[in-house]
């Protein structure tokens, strides 16, 4: 089991940056990807960004060269800098963790997920 829990969220004005943070309750070096979906209301989860444990990193096309997230081994933390942000970034912002076992099999969790509010 990974037990995740996010941090970060709040009310932003468009323009501004918000850094989320993820602590996973394993050295996340033996976690294969980790990532941050959201979900803003009436609309599908979908993945923002993902960190692989050798460094590999991939982003939503709506968010390149606005968010960058990073990881941080020695704390067991996965950030999300989120820069430039817009009134579609309002969502709820959850980090996620893939591990793959024996014979390729893989399980995915969650943490309860953090409120990003962009708004006037």
């Known amino acids: 089991q990974v037990q995740l829990v996010e941090s970060g969220g709040g009310l932003v004005q468009p323009g501004g940056s918000l850094r989320l943070s993820c602590a996973a309750s394993r050295n996340i070096f033996s976690i294969n990807r980790m990532g941050w979906y959201r979900q803003a209301l009436g609309k599908q989860r979908e993945l923002v960004a993902a960190i692989t444990s050798g460094g590999s990193r991939s982003y939503a096309d709506s968010v390149k060269g606005r968010f960058t997230i990073s990881r941080d081994n020695a704390k067991n933390t996965v950030y999300l800098q989120m820069n430039s942000l817009k009134p579609e970034d309002t969502a709820v912002y959850y980090c996620?963790?893939?591990?793959?076992?024996?014979?390729?099999?893989?399980?995915?969790?969650w943490g309860q997920g953090t409120q990003v509010t962009v708004s006037s």
């Open positions: 996620n963790a893939r591990v793959v076992g024996a014979w390729a099999a893989a399980n995915d969790y």
